[in-house]
Nanobody
Framework: QVQLVESGGGLVQAGGSLRLSCAAS????????MGWFRQAPGKEREFVAA????????FYSQSVKGRFTISRDNTRNTVDLQMTSLTPEDTAVYYC???????????????????WGQGTQVTVSS
């Protein structure tokens, strides 16, 4: 059974930075596709970033490209999301996700993932 636990959320002023971390158990992140999604109040959950398998290719939504960086810490078995230049539009609950098998087949969509963390709240004040 794969379990994902996010941490690192909080309240930050616009222009600030936060680093989210997703601790995985039952899955070796260095070999697995992993993703981050977010859901703002009243909106659908949306793709933020993903990192692909052993090669570690990264993918970002247009809204965060250039500001967010997804990475893996193989020692800690975590997937991290470094967020910079935050704006109030980044306010959301952020979720970590893993596919059923190690390959997703659809990195940018919710359908490509099976396991989800409980989410961590990020609030950006103006």
């Amino acid at each position: 059974q794969v379990q994902l636990v996010e941490s690192g959320g909080g309240l930050v002023q616009a222009g600030g930075s936060l680093r989210l971390s997703c601790a995985a158990s039952g899955r070796t992140v260095s070999r697995s596709d992993m993703g981050w999604f977010r859901q703002a109040p009243g909106k659908e959950r949306e793709f933020v970033a993903a990192i692909g398998g052993s090669a570690g290719a990264t993918f970002y939504s247009q809204s965060v490209k250039g500001r967010f960086t997804i990475s893996r810490d193989n020692t800690r078995n975590t997937v991290d999301l470094q967020m910079t230049s935050l704006t109030p539009e980044d306010t959301a609950v952020y979720y970590c996700a893993a596919p059923y098998a190690e390959r997703s087949g659809a990195l940018r969509t919710m359908a490509g993932y099976h396991y989800w963390g409980q989410g961590t709240q990020v609030t950006v004040s103006s």
